[in-house]
């Protein structure tokens, strides 16, 4: 099912409908449809985020379908049977924008069989630290990288729904997101934080959220540059933007002023001063005009057809899940074994141990608002995943529960597969109680309380209300919604239990393949010589089981690759401090932070092993020009295949840009493409590289700039593989914005 063109905007229907509004028609369209008490009072008691969408403002003389809000990164969050895709870190992984883009019109799809429309799917925000909380929500660390995923799930989205690319801006640490004040470079924020969001911009993106953290002292939901000079005039943006839910807005007037154009979910600030400021002529209509019509014209472009529930769970979506989750996969490590052949893929097996708990459990992520709610039995967990794909393979479990009684299975069987990591406890979504309080001191008491109680003393009674509710909403209901998320990471090593029985299962069965489950890094230094293989699954959704069975015993060779660094420690790493109040964002995390320190990574950015055997020749490049505006390079190279499976590879193309002039990254990701091959096959390849990515951006002229001097591109494994290059010479280049 095909939907409208994503770019295809009617502003002149758009206008004739502004024209049929009055004044109070269009302060209402600017929140959503839920009043605050009741709606809080759901959230608290009925799991409200989980049951239903969150509507926008309907009005009866609008034809137009109303806004219908869900969230929906790894998958659709409405329990009733959505399907559970991996997490995005994870599709991340798989370095494959075309089949991001099947995924997020699946999930399109089934929110619109649920009656949503407004999908919050699209999170970009750079993973600059590992140890963030959601770091399994957003695609990994480059910007050149989340962007070509995120535009991929913006432009499978808006076939079918309005996208929600969410947190504008430097939204990367989650237990201080409500009071943090991140400061930042301009060229920081254009070369780093912000490409990301506009190449979702470009894809289409038809809506855009708002962060809760400050930026340069500014409240990102009322801040002026980032969205009205950057976001809707430097870059162009029609949608319109959305606050972060609840906790968003702090100045309403100044908020609308700077480019915010709804409120949701609740009519809770907006309700109660917009009409006021209208009248004092504090607010211009034509602010207030804007908004309506940058909504007007994504409701009118919303397809009509049959979205049923046969979308949700079919086997189209099911079969996406499953490869989502074995493109994912990254084989990180796999040693000989006593033949000399490597231990993965798994020959001929007379017994199978699989070990830990997580081996027989449905881990798919943390529980804030992402969580999906699969149906029952849904999830394939690793252990069903293994047994099923040998079903006359005598496969034991232990839960590991006692270290030495693992280890005495594991030596009894020809081979071990051992399942460790994180869950929902240890890293996630996080609220802390007392940052919240003063934005809900800003909510007004329920009218009902108003209309029968004495203002003065209603104002005295009301003073300790927010910072009850406040604390009501992050803990008393927790067990009520089943939220524990631990919130943000500094210690990114295993539980000391696991390496234990890491320790005693390696050392019992030297085919031991460990199988990491985690949204964000996890440190393996201290034990990962002791292994003969080392996967890493993330948190694959619910095919995760059948994905990790493809790849241990062969039916799929492994092509994930990584999509942030591994460090050797986390002295490795830039500042984190989960309860900062300020923080400076620079250009060195990642890759970019080791090379430009000259220390080596655990596993570097862009790294996986395959059961293929894969060579490129040296590239060629040129500039392609003819005087238009939007000037590329064209780099052609030759991939083989050497080896004797079929096996997919991605080709990466890294920046060594010249060595005088402003500093810059010793190396930085251009472009990639990820390509299936046949053994003993090869592939001619032509990439068209936008120049601007070889730009950097320059303050005092406020403009990308290319700088003059020798280039060289270079056709990498990874981030340190030290790969073929070619080198260009280029001119002073001012690019336009």
């Known amino acids: 099912m095909r939907g409208p063109d994503p770019h295809h905007l009617d502003d002149a229907e758009a206008h004739a409908l502004l024209a049929r509004l009055t004044t109070t028609d269009k302060l209402q369209l600017l929140s959503g449809a839920t009043p605050f008490w009741s709606g809080m009072a759901d959230i608290a008691f009925n799991d409200a985020s989980h049951r239903h969408g969150w509507p926008g403002a309907a009005l009866r003389q609008l034809d137009l379908p109303q806004l219908n809000f869900v969230d929906g990164p790894r998958g659709v969050v409405l329990a009733g049977g959505a399907t559970t895709f991996p997490v995005p870190i994870a599709r991340g992984a798989t370095w494959n924008p075309s089949l991001e883009r099947r995924i997020g019109a699946a999930i399109a799809r089934e929110a619109r069989s649920f ?55 430097l939204n990367s640490i989650d237990s201080c997101r409500f009071i943090v004040d991140v400061q930042a470079s301009n060229r920081v924020l254009h070369e780093l934080y912000l490409p990301q969001f506009r190449a979702c911009v470009d894809a289409g993106a038809g809506s855009v959220m708002s962060a809760y953290n400050r930026v340069n002292g500014q409240w990102c939901g009322e801040h002026d540059e980032l969205l009205n000079r950057i976001l809707k005039g430097r870059w162009g943006f029609k949608g ?69 529930p046969q979308w949700r769970r079919c086997k189209r979506h099911l079969a996406l899940a ?63 995943g293994l047994r099923a794909a040998r079903s006359g393979l005598p496969v034991h479990h232990d839960c590991g529960r006692d270290p030495k009684a693992a280890a ?45 109680v004495e203002r003065a003393r209603l104002q005295q009674w009301w003073q300790p209300v927010p910072s009850l509710l406040s604390w009501f909403t992050s803990h008393a209901t927790a067990p009520l919604r089943g939220d524990f998320a631990a919130g943000d990471r500094i210690d990114l090593g295993l539980p000391s239990k696991q390496v234990a029985l890491i320790k005693a299962v390696a050392a019992a069965q030297p085919r031991t393949v460990v199988v990491l489950m985690a949204g964000g890094v996890l440190i393996c230094e201290s034990w990962l010589q002791r292994l003969g293989a080392l996967v890493l699954l993330w948190y694959p959704g619910e095919q995760g089981g059948h994905a990790l069975a493809d790849v241990v015993f062969g039916a799929v060779s492994p092509s994930g690759r990584l999509p942030m660094t591994i460090p050797t420690s986390v002295a490795q790493l830039p500042p984190f401090n989960p309860r900062a109040r300020q923080i400076r964002y620079d250009l060195w995390h990642g890759y970019r932070r080791l090379q430009h320190q000259g220390e080596r990574a655990g596993f570097p950015f862009g790294f996986g092993l395959s059961y293929g055997r894969f060579s490129t020749t040296v590239p060629t490049a040129q500039l392609i020009d003819h005087g238009s505006s939007d000037p590329r390079i064209r ?31 010793p190396r930085t990701l251009v472009a990639f493409v990820k390509v299936d091959m046949q053994p003993r096959s090869q592939r001619r390849l032509s990439l068209t590289i936008p120049l601007h990515r070889l730009a950097c951006f320059d303050e005092g002229r406020d403009r990308f700039v290319v700088q003059a001097g020798r280039h060289r591109l270079v056709v990498a494994d990874h981030a340190d593989d030290p790969g073929q290059g070619v080198a260009l010479d280029l001119l002073e280049r001012v690019l336009v914005s």
């Open 635 to 665: 780099l052609h190279v030759t991939v083989s295949n050497d080896g004797l499976v079929k096996a997919a590879t991605v080709v990466q193309i890294y920046l060594e840009p010249p060595p005088v002039g402003i500093e810059r990254p």
């Open 240 to 308: 319109f933007v959305v606050t972060d839910f609840i906790f968003g807005l702090h100045d309403g007037l100044a908020a609308l002023r700077a480019g915010q154009d709804l409120e949701m979910p609740f009519q809770m600030i907006w309700p109660g001063v917009l009409g006021d400021a209208v009248a004092a002529s504090q607010l211009p209509m034509n602010r207030v005009d804007d908004a309506v019509l940058r909504q007007l014209r994504q409701r009118l472009r919303l397809a009509k057809g049959d979205y049923g």
């Open 322 to 384: 499953r490869q989502a989750a074995s493109e994912s996969i990254v084989l990180l490590r796999n040693q000989p074994t006593g033949d000399g052949s490597p231990l993965l893929p798994l020959g001929p097996l007379r017994s199978l141990a699989v070990i830990g708990h997580l081996a027989a459990t449905a881990n798919q992520g943390d529980r804030g608002s992402s969580d999906t709610r699969p149906p029952p039995g849904a999830v394939v967990t690793p252990l069903q």
């Open 115 to 169: 009656g949503a429309n407004l999908v919050a799917a699209v999170c970009v925000n750079l993973l600059r630290h590992p140890g963030w909380g959601r770091a399994q929500e957003t695609y990994g660390e480059d910007p050149v990288h989340v962007g070509s995923m995120g535009a991929a799930t913006t432009r499978g989205l808006q076939r079918h729904v309005i996208a929600c690319v969410k947190h504008l801006a």
């Open 408 to 452: 005495a299975l594991a030596a009894r069987c020809d081979a071990a597969v051992l399942v460790v990591g994180l869950d929902w406890r240890h890293e996630g979504e996080h609220i802390h109680a007392g940052d919240i309080a003063p934005i809900l001191r800003q909510t007004p008491p329920p009218r009902w309380l108003e209309r029968r």
